[in-house]
Nanobody, 118 residues
């Protein structure tokens, strides 16, 4: 059974940094591209960043380019998101997800809350 445990969120002032982590289990981690998504109150969940299976290719939504960095450690079955220069509009619950896997609404982890506020 797929299990994803996100951590590292918190309250941070604008301009600050956070590093999110996702511990994955229940599937062959190294075979899947991994992504971070986020969902702000009243908004749809959106893709933030994606990393290929070996980590050689990454993609970001325009609003986080140059500020966020996604990385992975296949030996530890983990994916991380380093977030710098945080803005209030980055406030959301952040989730990780394997790409290319059958996925339903109940498959998401609990997420980790990021709040950017002064």
């Amino acid at each position: 059974q797929v299990q994803l445990v996100e951590s590292g969120g918190g309250l941070v002032q604008p301009g600050g940094s956070l590093r999110l982590s996702c511990a994955a289990s229940g599937f062959t981690f190294r075979r899947y591209s991994m992504s971070w998504y986020r969902q702000a109150p009243g908004k749809e969940r959106e893709l933030v960043a994606m990393i290929s299976t070996a980590g050689g290719n990454t993609n970001y939504r325009d609003s986080v380019k140059g500020r966020f960095t996604i990385s992975r450690d296949n030996a530890k079955n983990s994916v991380s998101l380093q977030m710098n220069s945080l803005k209030p509009e980055d406030t959301a619950v952040y989730y990780c997800k394997p790409e290319g896997m059958n996925w339903g609404p109940d498959d998401w982890g609990q997420g980790t809350q990021v709040t950017v506020s002064s």
